[in-house]
């Protein structure tokens, strides 16, 4: 896992496809909010790294889950609110996005994503 400033999303280290191909085109698609977890993460991760510089990515996920666990239930609950906020503005966001694709966009868009599993199909058949 790589190291995430606060303003970073998680999304980039765990890329689907489906993101993959309208970067690949160039479209520049929506992303969806962090979870309070991965929020709270990107929070406590730079002040954690100041003063652990050689902390590993596990112990850097172990330590922050620790102190998750402990977080009072008030901070996770306004935590999981701001989420459910963000991820209705999300819905709202993607479905204008959506709509705003052309057919042609849709087609290539599906055509690179074809190309991409049969990439990956292939890498797994040498790789047996």
Same mark, same amino acid.
């Given at each position: 896992? %790589?190291?995430?400033?606060?303003?970073? %999303?998680?999304?980039a280290?765990? !890329?689907t %496809?489906?993101?993959?191909?309208e970067e !690949?085109?160039?479209?520049?698609k929506?992303?969806r909010p962090?979870t309070p977890?991965f929020k709270?993460m990107?929070?406590?991760r730079?002040?954690?790294?100041?003063?652990?510089?050689?902390?590993? %990515?596990?112990e !850097?996920?172990?330590?922050?889950s #620790?102190?998750w *666990? *402990?977080?009072?239930?008030?901070? #996770?609950?306004?935590?999981?609110?701001?989420?459910?906020?963000?991820?209705?503005?999300?819905k709202?966001?993607?479905a204008?996005?959506?709509?705003s694709?052309?057919?042609t966009? #849709?087609?290539?868009i599906?055509?690179?994503?074809?190309?991409?599993?049969?990439?990956r199909e292939k890498?797994?058949?040498?790789?047996v």
């Open positions: 896992m %790589s190291v995430m400033g606060a303003g970073e %999303s998680a999304k280290s765990c !890329a %496809s489906n993101d993959m191909a !690949a085109l160039g479209i520049e929506p992303k962090l977890f709270f990107t929070q406590m730079p002040a954690l790294l100041a003063k652990n510089p050689g902390i590993s %990515s596990k !850097a996920v172990a330590w922050t #620790k102190h *666990q *402990q977080l009072d239930v008030e901070t #996770k609950n306004q935590m999981l609110k701001d989420y459910q906020k963000d991820l209705e503005d999300y709202k966001i993607k204008v996005y959506k709509a694709l052309t057919d966009q #849709k087609e290539e599906k055509r690179v994503r074809e190309e991409m599993a049969a990439a890498r797994r058949l040498k790789a």
